[in-house]
């Protein structure tokens, strides 16, 4: 008896079938957004958004996508990407059908569980959001200014016993890195009540800015790769990503933050009047508040640092601006350390925070939300649902329609002249760097209030002078700007 087997397709079939199967998928992947204007190639794959945000520049890169061709434009396969404030706020209202998309996965420090950033689910988002707005807006801590106010005199009384310069002695001091040590230990004490200790032993505690140095940009290029995030957060390969268990690095300070968490939550703890003594009492889970902890800790250091750093080198770089700040300090009947209450009624200092956060806006990630079911209709385009939406941070924030000629200059003057509804637009655009509607940030009472006392303290008592003005600072975005080798002469007062 004869066997017959069918005949197995040659190699070259397999190939041209799947060549085939390729070409037809990019196509209709490349049609369903046809309508909405961008670059060519970048419709076809994700590779341009990966290969400028390993670059560094992906927000100079996005702006000049929407300076060309529009404030609706296209970035990838499936998403889109804009320049219009208003749009934004509509995505992302209390009532918005629209929700967080798969770039968030990759923001998820426990691969276990999502954290109040990483949360795309709306209802599970607002159950944690309303769990920690009391903490986090100061209603339960009463001690706020005054934790704060202890990390600026640390700070002071670091650089005025290691750090001052005199005509016969010079002690460059790299500001970029004793900026992060204050925001660190200011977040940590109002997080555990207890701080750190970045400012006291005047070194990276637990190596944490080597860490996220490292670490942070490698999220965010993995935040452009959503199906690349997740199959790290995987089993099969959650075993290769930083765990609390590890004797260094990242997974160290995982470490580092549950032990603080799990101590509170002994049954005989004491309640505390902290930011972490309010989760609890609101009913936040060990579990929850651990994952909360890291992200207090990186969102609340990180993004405050780099306004820090941006206010005081576009201050030296700028002598007229420097002064006239440092005029209104002097002149202000205000208490030493300054209340915040008093630094809000100073105009000058008030353009300036705006300002700095409006030239490098602290959080310069994409936040791709999606299209809801049935789509929308934007600046006349029909975009269907499922549609990734994300926004082009410098192209918000450098808007020459909103903030003038100039908008890409450090010029805090813009504030003071602009009034009634041009003021209000500059205003409610600039406070879209705290996000809006369900996801405002929680931490910007605690962002607004550092950057309220920390400039008047240091201009009140010293002088800062760049030490490499060809070369100020190396500068990087990672989603967030790294800023390194900040390096400046500081010298007392008189």
């Not at 925070?353 to 959080?363: F, S, T, V, Y």
Request: some cysteine.
């Amino acid at each position: 008896m004869a066997f017959f087997w069918p005949q197995l397709p040659s190699a070259a079939l397999v190939g041209a079938a799947l060549f085939t199967a390729y070409v037809v998928h990019s196509f209709y992947v490349w049609y369903r957004l046809s309508h909405v204007p961008g670059p060519f190639w970048p419709a076809f794959s994700k590779y341009w958004m990966v290969s400028e945000s390993l670059k560094g520049r992906q927000p100079a890169a996005i702006k000049e996508v929407t300076d060309k061709y529009g404030s609706l434009a296209r970035i990838g396969p499936n998403e889109l990407v804009t320049d219009d404030p208003e749009l934004l706020r509509r995505m992302m209202a209390v009532r918005s059908a629209y929700t967080r998309g798969p770039w968030y996965d990759a923001l998820r420090f426990d691969p276990t569980r999502d954290n109040l950033l990483s949360q795309r689910d709306d209802v599970a988002h607002n159950q944690l959001r309303a769990k920690m707005a009391a903490g986090y807006a100061g209603k339960e801590n009463l001690s706020m200014e005054a934790t704060i106010e202890t990390q600026i005199s640390k700070l002071i009384h670091l650089i005025e016993t290691k750090y001052l310069s005199t005509t016969s002695e010079y002690r460059p001091m790299d500001l970029a890195q004793k900026v992060q040590y204050f925001t660190l230990d200011v977040i940590s004490d109002l997080a555990f009540g207890s701080a750190f200790g970045y400012l006291t032993q005047d070194g990276d505690v637990f190596d944490y800015i080597k860490i996220t140095t490292s670490v942070i940009p490698v999220m965010l290029v993995l935040a452009n790769i959503p199906s690349l995030a997740n199959l790290l957060q995987s089993r099969l390969f959650r075993g290769l990503l930083p765990k609390e268990t590890d004797a260094l690095g990242f997974g160290a300070f995982i470490g580092v933050t549950k032990k603080f968490v799990s101590a509170r939550y002994h049954p005989s703890a004491p309640s505390q009047p902290d930011m972490l003594g309010s989760f609890i009492r609101h009913g936040l889970t060990q579990e929850e508040a651990s994952g909360e902890a890291l992200l207090q800790v990186i969102a609340g250091s990180d993004t405050s640092a780099s306004t820090i750093r941006a206010v005081m080198l576009h201050l030296l770089s700028n002598p007229a601006a420097y002064r006239r700040l440092q005029a209104e300090i002097d002149a202000a009947p205000i208490s030493s350390p300054a209340k915040d209450a008093e630094a809000r009624q100073m105009p000058y200092l008030q353009a300036v925070i705006r300002e700095g956060l409006r030239i490098l806006p602290p959080a310069a990630g994409t936040f791709f939300k999606t299209v809801p079911e049935g789509g929308d209709v934007i600046h006349g385009m029909f975009v269907p649902a499922g549609t990734q939406i994300g926004s082009s941070p410098l192209g918000i924030y450098h808007s020459k329609k909103i903030f003038g000629e100039d908008a890409e200059l450090f010029r805090p003057e813009r504030w003071l002249e602009a009034e009634g509804e041009e003021l209000a637009r500059m205003v409610s655009t600039v406070d879209l760097v705290f996000h809006y509607g369900k996801y405002q940030c929680l931490g910007r009472p605690v962002a607004l209030m550092e950057f309220n006392k920390i400039f008047v303290e240091l201009l009140r008592r010293f002088d800062f002078q760049i030490v490499r003005p060809e070369h100020p600072a190396k500068i990087e975005n990672a989603g967030i700007w790294l800023f390194e080798n900040f390096w400046v002469r500081v010298v007392q007062r008189e």
